[in-house]
């Protein structure tokens, strides 16, 4: 596995952003963005799942969004930055969208672990590697340290608001 970057933790920072809106709407905190060859952001989102619907990933947005403005040679140059590793739904709109490399935060194995350790119910969906789903791409993540611990504390803040509201 390639080495996380401090260019690839700059970009995360930029999602642990994104998530931190998300939060502060009332959703679960997930953020992404979208990485031109230049190592410009060229697009970014945050989870709306609860303004839309259970489908309002930032990766979909992300992947529809590059579908929809990107030639398909500027794709695969690109990378997504994220807060937490591909669901299956969202690895799969990555793949077919032709995205080139993933960055990603949190794997999916510490995020149930994390919602076990919250008392939280699980997710509805098995978390599969996203190795498992994409091909020929370049995959970095999860990140240690002090990113992972803000995005975990976001998760733990996320369930109590969760709990409070029930």
């Known amino acids: 596995m390639e080495r996380i970057t401090e260019q690839d933790k700059n970009f995360l920072k930029q999602c642990l952003q994104l998530a931190q809106e998300s939060l502060d709407a009332g959703d679960e905190p997930f953020g992404s963005v979208l990485v031109d060859e230049s190592g410009s952001v060229i697009a970014s ?29 500027h794709r695969k140059t690109a990378t997504m930055y994220t807060t937490g590793e591909h669901c299956p739904m969202c690895a799969g709109a990555h793949g077919w969208a032709g995205i080139g490399s993933l960055v990603y935060l949190a794997s999916g194995m510490q995020l149930s672990a994390w919602f076990s350790e919250f008392g939280r119910d699980p997710a509805p969906i098995n978390f599969i590697p996203v190795q498992d789903i994409l091909k020929d791409i370049v995959i970095k993540g999860p990140v240690e340290g002090y990113l ?6 976001m998760h733990h803040k996320s369930y109590l608001t969760i709990q409070n509201s029930k």
């Open 45 to 73: 989102s945050r989870n709306r799942v609860n303004e839309i619907n259970a489908l309002a990933h930032p990766e979909i947005d992300l992947a529809r969004w590059a579908l929809e403005n990107m030639k398909p040679e």
């Open 148 to 153: 992972l611990d803000q995005i975990k504390e």
